[in-house]
């Protein structure tokens, strides 16, 4: 058990060192106890915390802290049951409409994470689409990974396909790739392309709430559907909507790279 969190410069190593696969393919960083304790499917980060507040979790037998950190060797207990790490699961789920991006609905509707029930581990989805969107969406169980792609630093690549009202012409799609003025604040330059009279694709690096209907409502052009084609780089080729795989080691590595 390593009971204190590394100091600062060391922590961003082992952030990136999280990605480290040894020789035989495993993960053998060490985690924050609540990380560790979402990996084993046991609650959500914030969940975890309460367990370890309340006392409930043991790590080698003594009482684990919120700044625990642990790795494969160290013997996790929840109420005395040991616990053990599942492994970091990737998936690309072709989302269909009318399903909503969360973990759970309090109005009932179907979720994302209902669709790739047929996993053993417990993932959850990185960022958001709206429910009447399709498309490229990950999840994982790979919580630095899901944050560090969030992030709008890493300038992930969002590619949409837009159907939208009226023919947009050079001008609406020039003002769209300057960057829009919207209610909080300008957006950052797009590429914007017309693929037909009334679709335009948009490549954008942000993932600001209902981004991609408001750039276009402000040029003139309000969607009537929202398609994502790629997430990072993440094509959906093969994928119905409903289906979802797991990504190839080579597009976890990419992912990691980043
Ligand atoms: N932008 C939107 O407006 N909606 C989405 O679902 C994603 C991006």
Same mark, same amino acid.
């Given at each position: 058990m390593a009971?204190?969190?590394?100091?600062?410069?060391?922590?961003?190593?082992?952030?990136?060192?999280?990605?480290?696969?040894?020789r035989d393919g495993s993960d053998n960083s060490s985690v924050r106890l609540n990380a560790y304790l979402a990996r084993a499917g046991v609650a959500s980060r914030r969940k975890a915390d309460e367990l370890i507040k309340a006392g409930r979790v043991t790590v080698n037998g003594e009482?684990?802290?919120?700044?625990?950190?642990?790795?494969?060797?160290?013997?996790?207990e929840l109420d005395g049951r040991p616990l053990a790490r599942q492994p970091?699961?990737?998936?690309?789920?072709?989302k269909p409409a009318g399903v909503v991006t969360t973990v759970s609905d309090p109005q009932g509707r179907?979720?994302?994470?209902?669709?790739? $029930? /047929? !996993?053993e581990t417990r993932v959850v989805p990185v960022g958001r689409l709206d429910a009447d969107t399709t498309g490229a969406l990950l999840l994982t169980n790979d919580g630095e990974l899901a944050h560090r792609l969030a992030h709008p630093?890493?300038?992930?690549?969002?590619?949409?396909?837009?159907?939208?009202?009226?023919?947009?012409?050079?001008?609406?799609?020039?003002?769209?790739?300057?960057?829009?003025?919207?209610?909080?604040?300008p957006t950052a330059p797009a590429r914007a392309r017309r693929l037909g009279p009334h679709h335009v694709e948009l490549s954008i690096h942000e993932g600001r709430k209902h981004q991609v209907k408001r750039m276009l409502a402000e040029v003139g052009?309000?969607?009537?559907?929202?398609?994502?084609?790629?997430? $990072? /780089? !993440?094509?959906?080729?093969?994928?119905?909507?409903?289906?979802?795989r797991e990504l190839e080691p080579f597009e976890v590595?990419?992912?990691l790279a980043r």
């Open positions: 009971p204190q969190p590394p100091p600062r410069g060391e922590r961003s190593r082992e952030t990136r060192a999280h990605g480290k696969r040894g009482p684990g802290r919120l700044n625990t950190f642990v790795d494969r060797r160290d013997r996790v970091l699961t990737y998936v690309l789920l072709h179907d979720t994302v994470v209902e669709l790739v $029930a /047929g !996993l630093r890493y300038e992930v690549e969002k590619v949409y396909v837009a159907e939208v009202e009226g023919e947009p012409g050079d001008a609406a799609l020039r003002r769209l790739e300057q960057g829009i003025e919207l209610d909080d604040g052009h309000p969607v009537t559907r929202l398609h994502r084609s790629a997430y $990072a /780089g !993440l094509r959906l080729e093969g994928l119905e909507p409903g289906q979802w590595e990419r992912l």
